[in-house]
């Protein structure tokens, strides 16, 4: 029985493993760090789009559609990580909090 199962059990594998694959694989740890997946359209063709809104992605004004599995995939990772460049500059350049020393002598 186990065989069967199997059996029936390996197209939906293989079907939720595409879907996976073309929305751009495994997150992150950071998924504010993913802002871009890739999807394929029903031409055949790869889109680069952006997670949150589904929007596709624009590059110097742009529209990241109609593009090979191959080029939505570098353009993918290179959007990914130019935000995650942005994301850490910011951060690093943000002021420190400094917070208030509190006075022992105080009660709640």
Known sequence: MN???????????????????????????????????RR??????WTIYHVFTGVPA???????????????TCGMLSLNLRSLARRKERVATRPAVVRAPTDAGCQS
């Open 40 to 45: 394929v359209e029903g031409d055949r063709s």
């Open 58 to 72: 624009r590059i110097d004004g742009e529209a990241m559609t109609g593009l090979s599995r191959a080029d939505a």
């Open 3 to 37: 065989i069967l199962r199997t059996e029936i059990d390996s197209p939906r594998r293989a079907f939720a493993l595409g879907v996976w694959e073309n929305e751009g694989g495994a997150l992150p740890s950071a998924t504010m760090d993913h802002q871009y997946g």
